[in-house]
């Protein structure tokens, strides 16, 4: 009774006393319990959840594990964009199921792609990113070769490229001066896009780079050689052309691909006649097979273009292609009338005559020898016009092409008679750096050629060059020992004129040490004079001195001192019967005429002894043999009845 009416009197208070109205504890306590319960089952909920997804994505193959924790936070964060992550993990299933890559590989391009999304752009990301998913690719070829996988291309290759494909369009689009990027684009649109793709690509780079006549002329070789479009090509070209209007290199490709496109027509033509169909209907226009097309921008070009070099470039193309003889003819005919004063006409005109043929096709020689005959009457035509040439044009340039021709045939050569020849014109008429150019040349096909290295520091020393003792001891290295006494004799009488007293005798020196046998023994004369001439009479003794045990010897090697001696004031006998003794030991046994002088200085000599040359006629006798004692007899006869 009491219990409700303490109810009704709740009921009938004012709202705010009602407000105020404490609550009993059991309704309290239910709404806390059920607050926490909720709030636990909430997180054990979440708790599990996060449990099961690191547990299904770390779980572990033969190698690795597929993803660390960091990763997976990474993964799962909502900062990361969602196109990326369902891409790259969708991909990453495909290749984990087939084997093809484990999952660091693949996690590194996550990691690049992240890096592009950013806020702040950079362009090395975008070409890191781009060299990444590239080497995959690749990488995923060869894995698939190796193992036989061949499944599931769409779902991974074709995926990363449009991938990497829209990756290049951004970079290409913020980034639109860079030609680099733009040609890398290119680059991998040739190797994995398709050709429309890069018709694209190509249409969009030449509106923002049109001032580059190298894509234009890239863009339509594509079109021509890849799509098989000339129409295609040939707009690209002429689009080009309204662009840059004197650019030779445009007028060159573009003249080069009519008479391409001219000549697969030809072959076409060519291959329906020859399956015996109906060419009727199609179009083989006569004009356009004989290449008119080219004719025509031939035409227009020259007017436009002036010099021998464009001119010689489109006749070296036209070359190329054999049905275009007649315009080879007219483009041959127009260049010597209109560029006869240029050193470049006559150069062309001089080669040429190498390719002309003397004989009809079916006479040509069969042999080497006879091959060489005819190459070396072909030289002598092309050296004849160029004597003409520098008769005509004397000029530094006309020279220098003569010289270039000169150098190219040299090194075909196996003679180096041609080339010597050369530097002693070139000598002749004082052009010492062309001939220093051709000697350099011709040592260096010919190193173990004497003649070449003495006509190279021949132009070195009329030169005064200052390398000249480093070219003697560049010779020395290349050329044996027994062939280098000229050089060794050179580079002395070269030093005799320009160094000192003290390096000629080095130089002398070195050589006796090079030099051995009997190529020393013009060398050790050439030393004696040289002391005589530098040093007098007390430096060729000298020589003489550290020589003399030094063999082998020649007679006018003794009969240079011997002469020395007596050429001096106070001519010393004593030393004159040294200087014979000296030679008769050496050739004592051959030579008549030293006995017969040894005598002769004994009788006539202020200080000789006329008494020993009886002992002096004895021991020739004995030494002497054969002829050579019979004409030593003959003669000591004769000198003694006064006749000799």
Known sequence: MQRGRRGDLARNAPPRARARAPEGPGRRERTAGWRERALFFLTSFRALVFVCLFYLLT????????????????????????????GILRESL????????????????????YRIQRRALFKEDFINYVQYEINLLELIQRRRTRIGYSFKKDEIENSIVHRVQGVFRRASAKWKDDVQLWLSYVVFCKKWATKPQLSKVFSAMLAIHSNKPALWIMAAKWEMEDRLSSESARQLFLRALRFHPECPKLYQEYFRMELMHAEKLR??????????MDVGNLDYPEEILNGELARIIYKNSVSII????????????????????????????????LHTDDPLTWDYVARR?????????????????????????KEERCCAVYEEAVKTLPTEAMWKCYINFCLERFTKKTSSQFLREKIDLLLHHDFLKEALEVAVAGTASFRDSVTMWQMKLQVLINSKSPDIAMCFEEAFVHLKAQDCLPLWISWAEWSEGTKREEDTEAIFKKALLAVKGADSVTLKN??????????????????????????????????????????????????????YERALRE?????????????????????GKPENCGQIYWRAIKMLQGESAEMFVAKHAMHQAGHL
């Open 59 to 86: 779980k572990k193959s033969k190698k690795e594990p597929l993803v660390s924790f960091s990763d997976l936070k990474a993964r799962i964060s909502p900062q990361a964009p969602r196109r990326t992550s369902c």
């Open 94 to 113: 495909y290749l984990r199921d087939s084997g093809l890559l484990p999952w660091a590989i693949i996690k590194k391009a996550s990691d690049l792609e």
């Open 267 to 276: 072959k076409e033509k060519q291959e329906f006649e020859k399956a015996k």
């Open 306 to 337: 002036k010099g021998a070099e464009f001119h010689v470039s489109l006749l070296s193309i036209a070359q190329l292609f054999d049905f275009a003889t007649d315009l080879q003819r007219e483009i041959y005919d127009d260049l010597q009338a």
């Open 353 to 377: 005559e190498l390719e002309v043929e003397s004989q009809p096709a079916g006479e040509q020689p069969a042999t080497k020898q006879a091959r060489a005959v005819e190459l070396g009457r």
């Open 526 to 579: 050439k030393y004696l004079d040289w002391a005589y001439r530098s040093g007098g009479y007390k430096k060729a003794r000298a020589v003489f001195k550290s020589l003399q045990e030094s063999r082998p010897f020649s007679v006018d090697f003794f009969r240079k001192i011997i002469q020395f001696e007596k050429e001096q004031e106070s001519c010393k006998m004593a030393n004159l019967r040294e200087y």
């Open 587 to 607: 050739f004592g046994s051959v030579d008549s005429d030293l006995w017969m002088d040894y005598i002769k200085e004994e009788l006539n000599h202020p200080l």
